[in-house]
């Protein structure tokens, strides 16, 4: 059964029209990656210990963001001095980062993209100065 189809596959399938298609689906792919997208990001932050996961929108070239998923770590360490917060009015010993303040710190490590916003911010533990 296989060897028939492959033998009708050779006869009417020409190996240079494969190679063309396949070729012609890679530039495709190429010239599609220099259109500008949006699309959300998990963003792993580290602030003096404390962990946590922040989903972020982001706007960039498709070679941006393809080369960010693929390459690079999501995972950013930002001290807690570069941030503005407040303690946190549900938790004792919590504190709420400012999102402002947060975004702008994930935009100064992702100077290839642009950071539209970010998700809800979990309090955090505030962390015990040293």
């Known amino acids: ?52 996961d922040v989903v972020c929108v982001v706007e960039g070239l498709g070679t941006n963001l393809f080369s960010r998923i693929v390459y690079m770590r999501n995972s950013l360490r930002i001290p ?6 407040s ?15 947060l975004q702008n710190a994930i935009s100064v490590h992702y100077s290839d993209v642009k950071v539209i916003s970010i998700g809800p911010i979990p309090p955090i533990k505030l962390p015990e100065k040293k």
Do not use: C
């Not at 807690?80 to 917060?85: A, N």
């Not at 303690?87 to 504190?95: C, N, Q, R, T």
């Open 87 to 101: 303690p946190s009015a549900d938790e004792k010993g919590y504190i709420n980062i400012d999102p402002q303040s």
């Open 1 to 52: 059964m296989f060897e028939s189809v492959k033998q009708w596959l050779l006869r009417y399938v020409s190996p240079v029209f494969v190679m063309m298609l396949v070729a012609s689906f890679v530039l495709w792919y190429i010239a599609k990656l220099n259109y500008t997208y949006t699309t959300e990001q998990t963003v792993h932050i580290n602030v003096d210990g404390e962990q946590f």
């Open 80 to 85: 807690l001095s570069d941030l503005h917060y």
